[in-house]
């Protein structure tokens, strides 16, 4: 109840100082406009023509404001540029129009009250500042003043999100390198390698370089908060290496992936957590022999991606306690693109647990990487 009172009062404040600005731009005018012939001073009746003429913009500014922004948000071949600008046209003649006639009213009601006479020719200077031309130039400031503030808003909230993809992004490096850096992890990876240096000294020399390649990858600059899906793939090949030498027979791995989306664009290190996820909780818990399936596949417009294994599969029911990598996961893929995507856990079609991803098809990304004059601008 409080919150919304002092919602309402906050609004109440806000309409009081919209009126207050257009009161001061209005007595701006008036004194800031030459007396007539014979006219000592600025009248009344001056600052009342002014109040009349600019209350009137104060009273269609906000239905200037919702068609200009309605006509920026439309999409589709009509909504062209050169669409836009007519439907811009159109609204111009519409609002310039009203604005004529009751300017034209209300100047008109001022000189009968005036006594029917130009007086001290303010009413009648005024009264020339009502016909159309005065009135489109007032609603063309009005529209680029608008749209001035629209791109501003729209720069800013473009760098604010870069700037929480930055972050996401060296938080999606710090929780690979955890991951592989994790005790359990380089345990039992040194483990495997001195298992095989008496045995298989070729393997064991290359899981350690495989293991260097690995970190040197997690810890590699690289300010893209999109990759393609192949080289996305490259960086995973690394992991499931060290994973194939470790588990021998017991991993399978299955790439199945359609042409045109080796080059659709994810994010950056976003299957690595999640393939990991499956090797901990599914592969690693079983004695036999398990699988794990990467698919990608293009529908329409969107792309999908799922990482499934045939392990114990969900233990428990939703809602699901997540750890780091996926809660991290799910936080990047809102950062990027919003409500448009898709991140879900279900059972597998292999027995196991499946996560799949659907995020709009893109070969462009979304956020160039940064250069140094991007500041100059």
């Not at 002014?50 to 009273?59: F, G, S, T």
């Not at 991290?328 to 499946?354: F, Q």
Request: glycine share 8%; hydrophobic share 45%; with cysteine.
């Amino acid at each position: 109840m409080d919150a919304h009172i002092i919602h309402d009062r906050t609004r109440g404040w806000g309409w009081i100082l919209y009126l207050c600005a257009w009161v001061l731009i209005a007595l701006l005018f008036a004194f800031g406009r030459s007396p007539g012939p014979g006219a000592s001073s600025v009248t009344g009746w001056v600052v009342t023509a002014e109040l009349c003429r600019w209350l009137l913009w104060a009273a269609l500014a906000p239905g200037i404001l919702r068609s200009t922004r309605w006509i920026a948000r439309r999409r589709g071949a009509f909504f062209s540029p050169v669409g836009k600008t007519l439907l811009h046209g159109l609204a111009a003649l519409a609002f310039t129009l009203a604005a004529t006639g009751v300017l034209t009213l209300a100047f008109t009601g001022l000189r009968a009250a005036q006594g029917g006479s130009a007086g001290d020719g303010s009413i009648e200077a005024a009264f020339h500042q009502a016909p159309l031309f005065y009135n489109l130039l007032t609603y063309l400031v009005l529209v680029t003043a608008i749209l001035a503030a629209r791109s501003f808003d729209r720069s800013r909230g473009r760098a604010l999100r870069t700037t929480a993809l930055e972050a996401q992004l060296a938080q999606a490096r710090l929780q690979a390198l955890k991951a592989q850096l994790h005790p359990h992890f380089l345990f039992n990876t040194l483990n495997a390698i001195s298992a095989l240096m008496h045995r298989d000294v070729e393997s064991a020399d290359r899981m350690i370089a495989l293991l260097s390649d690995l970190l040197r990858v997690s810890l590699d600059k690289d300010d893209r908060h999109q990759v393609s899906l192949r080289e996305e793939l490259e960086i995973l090949e690394r992991y499931l290496a060290i994973e194939r030498i470790r588990f021998r027979d017991r991993l399978r791995i299955e790439i199945d992936v359609e042409r045109p989306c080796y080059d659709a664009l994810v994010p950056r290190l976003i299957l690595q957590p999640l393939v990991e996820n499956s090797v901990i909780h599914g592969i690693a818990l079983q004695s036999t022999a398990g699988l794990i399936a990467i698919r990608a596949r293009r529908k329409g417009n969107r792309l999908a991606v799922s990482v499934a294994d045939d392990g114990p599969g969900l233990l428990e029911e939703p809602p699901l306690r997540e750890g780091v990598g996926l809660s991290n996961t799910r936080a990047r893929l809102a950062e990027l693109y919003g409500s448009d995507h898709r991140l879900a856990l279900e059972r597998a079609a292999v027995g196991g647990l499946e996560v799949n991803i659907e995020v709009p098809f893109e070969q462009q990304p979304r956020f160039p990487r940064r250069t140094d004059d991007l500041s100059d601008t």
